[in-house]
């Protein structure tokens, strides 16, 4: 289900990120910004709502899981555009009908618009959620046929198929992707400190190169740090195995997979995959310096590496190619 939410402002303990803000800013009339999950996508479009103070101009719009309604989808999206300041006054009240059309939505959106003088941004996280054909296709033509004032932020774990070519071409279409949203070591320590985490410049380096910039698997080095008697010692053993990672891909790529899907992905091979355990689910062991994923049994990483060696994760590439949203996905059995 898709549903409309205010963007918030709050910036508490939002590492700083005047570069992608300002890209933000001075982007062409569509944003995209595509990343695996937990690269940051949805914390940066936010705080920069925040920074550049547009809660009022800006219409957000989260896609529910699965979103195949192209009717719920278009009045969360005129909805939230009517939460702005100028649509308050242009767009016009509309309420679900049995014979109520999609594209009848989508042009009485271009019409209500056309006379927008003041800038307002639609912006639509999860768009790799939109599972119906049709409603993209109805996006495709608002995004197309849109008012220069209305600008579009696309917040997506994977590129959706919109004809976005042609934007490029024309030069209408800014792109931020996942080497983008990586952390820098200074951001890193920014988060770190934020966090209330600290740690000698060395230790934050190790985790910074550990993590690749990743945002979540930051955050979650900063949740496990909290607290811990012998910090330095922590950031030299974190890896892709600690439980809170673990705990992150089961919850956001993972457990959104059918179970049918779940039984043998095949992998491309990569440096980092968690050995599967015959343990019973829920129970954690420390071995050999590494935590056990004994939730994961079902799935198995290329070869089946034996022992418990750990090598230094590539998280969002984990992240990405465990998902069946994933082009790189390819289930097997």
Known sequence: MTTVNEPSASRTAVVSRPALWQRLEASARVMVVSAPPGSGKTVLVRSWI?????????????VGRGERDPQRFWLSVLGALRQTIPGSVLVRALTAAPDLDGWAITERLLTDLASLDDRIWLVIDDLHELGADEAR??????????????????????????????????????????????????????????????????????????TEGWAAGLRMAALSLAGHPDPERFAAEFSGTER?????????????????????????????????????????????GTWGWPALSRVHGPGEPGGDRAQPALFPRAAERTSADSPTFRPRG
């Open 50 to 62: 925040g920074e550049a103070s547009l809660a009022g101009r800006a219409a957000w719009v989260p």
């Open 244 to 288: 809170t990672v673990a705990e992150y891909l089961l919850a956001e790529v993972l457990e959104r997979q059918p179970d049918s899907r779940l039984r043998r992905p095949r992998m491309p091979s990569w440096r980092w995959w968690p050995r599967p355990m015959s343990w019973p689910a829920g129970r954690w062991r420390r071995r050999s």
């Open 137 to 210: 296709r109805q996006l495709e033509l608002l995004l197309m046929r849109a008012p220069p004032q209305l600008r579009f932020v696309l917040a997506t774990r994977h590129d959706v198929r919109l004809g976005l070519h042609r934007l490029r071409l024309e030069g209408e279409l800014t792109e931020i992707r996942e080497a983008d949203l990586r952390f820098t070591a200074a951001e890193a320590r920014e988060m770190f400190d934020n966090a209330g985490v600290a740690l000698p410049d060395s230790a934050v380096m190790v985790l910074h190169e550990r």
